[in-house]
Every structure is written in C-alpha cells, then in structure tokens.
C-alpha cells in the first residue's frame, strides 16, 4: 500500500449531492399505477392487465414528464392492514417505496369512486410523513365535479387525470415536482481558467465484487467496512481525496444483485441510493469478480449506465487470483457479454493488492475529458465529409441519405446532430460506422456518444403545393 500514499483524503463522508427526487406511485390494486408509471417513463417497462395483482414488486424507472428529473417507483396493490400471504409481500413492498420517496402519487379510480380501502390507504399516508399528491385516474370523459368526493380525504386537490391517454398527467407532475428546484447551473466539467475540478466516480457493481477494498486502496486507509460477505454496504458513501493533482470525490454504493435474490428491507432500500449515484457521478467505475463469470446483472448495471450517459471505466477485480486458462475465459465472456461496452476503458485489476489502480484512475479522468470534450464544427463537419466519402449511407429507396454538415448538440455524454436531407432513412448500421468514426479521430473512448439526424426543409414546400 506504500505506492498509495500520494493520496490525500480531504473531507470526511458525507451523503452524495445532486441526487434526483423520488417519487412513488401507490393505491389499491387495478387503479393504473402502471400505466401511470409507464406513462411517465415513456416506456413499456411495467406489465398492465385489466387485472388485479399483477404488479408485486416494486419497479424503478427514469421520469421523463416534468419539470425536473426524477426517479419513479410503481407497486403493486396498497393493503397497509394486509395480514399474510402474497398480499401482505406486496404491502410490505409499497411500504418501502413510501419509506424511499420524496413524495408520493396516491393513484385513485375515478369510476369506482371513494372507497373503504382507499380510506385506509390515506390514513397510512397521514401517518408516514410523506408529501401526499392525489391523482384520480380514469377520469377522462367524465365532469370536474366526479372528482370532488376525493375531497374528504384530507390531502389536498384531487388531480383527474388519464394515464392511457395522458390528459392532465404534465399537470399532476408540475405539482408533483414543484417543491424541487432545478438542477443547479454548476458547471459538471472544467471550463475555461478552471485548473482544478472535483470528477464525481460512482463505484458500482454486484455485491461482494471489492468496491470498498477498492475505495480503501486508493485511500491508503481503512476508510470503509470490507467484509467478505455480500450486502456489507447499504448506502452510497461519499469521501473526497486527491490523485496527481485532480480533485476527486468517491462514492461506494450497495451492490445491486438481480430482484429475485434481494430479500431485506433494508436493502431493497440500497438498490434506489445506487441508481441515484450513477445520476449524480460524472463517472462510473464499473467493478467485475474476475473469480466468477460475468453475470446478467453486470450487464444489466451497464446498461443502466449507458442509458444514463454517463462515462465509463470497467475494472475486473481479483486477478491476482486467477491462472491463464481461466483469465482467458473471462476475456472472452466480457466480448460477449459486455459487447456494447467496447468504447470503454478495460482494466484488470487487484483491489486487495492494490495493482492496476492507477490506470483505473487515469482512464477515469479520460473519460470524463472525452465526456466534456468539445467538437468544432469545422472539424465535426469534415469528419462527416471524410466519413461519407470512405462509405456513403445505403440507399434508401430511390434515393440517398445526403449529410452536409455537423455540429456539437450537448456533451456528457458527446452529441453529435448531422443535417442533411432524407436522414430519416440512415439505418442504425450507418450510425454505428458514424459513431466509431468520430469516437477515433476525436479520442473519445470511456464515454458515450449519440448521433443525431436531422432532416432540413424545404422552405418552398409549401408553395409548391399551393400552384398545384
């Protein structure tokens, strides 16, 4: 540990900033939660059946209606005086959703009006503490006056709305959000006469794969509790430190294993604080058990990452312990399993022995350079040109997709937007080409980037219709 003494710890823990607010979907079965949930995560991530019980467990997903970002949490059914059985599981899964949230959607029918259940639900609500939000589902084609039984509820306006169709959900999420402010205007990477700029590193992966041996040894210190047993971690723990002149700030988060294998509470609870982290890091360290094979759920934390758009370095721990034949093994699972990770950085490393961290961290701060990189347009725009010349998009129909120019939409991730005519028709093969081509020339390995089309005009269109 004496090649570790060069870093400095400069602050104690401390919780991690910039977290999004969490906002928990509940009521009585077959209300809409999951549509609701669905609807706001602009997805189909959540099954919906015109039948009760579907939904158990709890499900978390990106919000992407409102005026801030925030994570959502759909349940299944709400029976806080549920005694045994599934239906007592189910309650004790809504209940921990509640205990997560910063607010709390309490999801009604509108066509089954005010019922016994929905009485005890509010009660529950009254007694948690939690910031309560009515939203009375299924009200589309009824009058404002059928919500007004909600009322007797005692908490607050009730908000028709229409998960299936949408009607009044921007509104219900305005007044969800509204006691959340923005995200601060502070600058996520170096700007111009910035020397110094602490880089977020979210330390990530299944549970028991050394993420806080990891933290130790680049600390030199016994900072955190390492344990071999899996769960250690419930919290993601924040410490700041310093390595060849670059402020950093480490979080250690719980890891996350797959749904079927997380039983406490209290764990349960670890899973949300680890999502939140990767939201507020500028870098992940994705950690791998060398010792074991790639599971599912690595690839599953990855892909949470990549939808995050956050940079990336993959660190395989405990390599010290492996031979040739099995080190060869696990090299071939990450090219098969971890395929989409191949513009991020890959280290081999051992945390208990303190070998190959710091090329992690120097991947890390080139990463988060190549996240915050920014991309002329003269150049983005010749890149095009070269790449078109090299390989021109296939036809499409009878026609060619036709790129004129490019220029930078946004960075963390790296955004390129092309213009052109009939880019519509680029298929995904050409925007791969398009995205190693300018990955390579403009050395942004470890971070994602997304390739934009956009279609110009014709601003005689519409005069040309008319003379017909």
């Known amino acids: 540990m004496a090649r570790w003494r060069g870093l400095t710890s400069i602050a104690s823990f401390q919780p991690a900033a910039g977290m999004k607010p969490i906002v928990a979907l509940v009521g009585r079965p077959n209300v809409g939660k999951s549509t609701l949930f669905n609807r706001l995560t602009r997805s189909r991530a959540a099954l919906v059946a015109d039948f009760p019980g579907l939904t158990r467990d709890r499900h978390y997903g990106e919000g992407r209606i409102g005026p801030v970002p925030y994570i959502v949490i759909d349940t299944g059914g709400f029976e806080p005086v549920a005694a045994e059985g599934l239906v007592k599981e189910m309650a004790a899964q809504a209940e921990a959703a509640i205990a997560e949230s910063d607010v709390v959607v309490f999801v009604l029918d509108a066509r089954d009006g005010l019922t016994p259940q929905d009485r005890r639900i509010a009660e529950r609500l009254r007694i948690a503490g939690k910031r309560p939000v009515m939203a009375v589902n299924k009200s589309e084609g009824l009058p404002p006056e059928a919500v007004a039984e909600f009322h007797e509820l005692g908490l607050g306006h009730p908000n028709p709305v229409s998960a299936a169709h949408g009607d009044g959900v921007a509104d219900l999420m305005d007044e969800v959000l509204a006691p959340f402010p923005p995200p601060a205007d502070e600058p996520d990477g ?8 602490r ?9 028991n ?26 919290d993601a723990i924040a410490v700041d430190f310093e390595y060849g002149g670059q402020q950093f700030q480490l979080v250690d988060t719980a890891g996350i294993r797959r749904k079927g294998k997380v039983f406490e509470s209290i764990e349960k609870f670890s899973v949300v604080k680890t999502l939140q982290a990767i939201d507020a890091c500028n870098v992940a360290v994705l950690l791998l058990d060398g010792g074991a094979e790639i599971a599912e759920q690595d690839a599953h934390i990855a892909g949470y990452i990549l939808e995050s758009g956050r940079a990336l370095v993959v660190a395989v721990n405990k390599w010290d312990g492996l031979d040739e034949y099995h080190r060869s093994l696990i090299k071939r699972e990450l090219d098969h399993k971890l395929h989409f990770l191949r513009w991020a950085r890959m280290h081999f490393i051992s945390a208990r022995k303190g070998t190959g961290l710091g090329a992690v961290m120097r991947s890390v701060s080139a990463a988060h350079r190549a996240a915050f990189a920014k991309l002329p347009t003269p150049k983005l725009t010749r890149a095009l040109q070269a790449a078109v010349e090299r390989q021109p998009p296939p036809r499409a129909g009878r026609g060619r997709p036709k790129m004129r120019y490019a220029h930078q939409g946004g960075h963390n991730p790296p955004v390129v937007v ?15 080409y398009l995205e190693g081509w300018f990955r390579e020339l403009f050395d942004l390995a470890g971070t994602p980037l997304r390739i934009e089309f956009r279609t110009s005009t014709n601003p005689y269109a519409d005069d040309r219709r008319r003379a017909r």
């Open 209 to 234: 794969v050394g993420k806080s041996t990891f933290v130790n040894a680049l600390l030199g210190e016994q900072r955190l509790i390492a344990f071999d047993q899996p769960g250690t971690t419930r």
């Open 418 to 432: 092309v213009h052109g005519n009939a880019l519509a028709h680029v298929s995904d093969g050409y925007r791969r």
């Open 199 to 207: 880089i977020k590193v979210a330390i990530v992966g299944r549970p």
């Open 190 to 197: 170096p700007t111009d006469g910035q020397t110094s700029h």
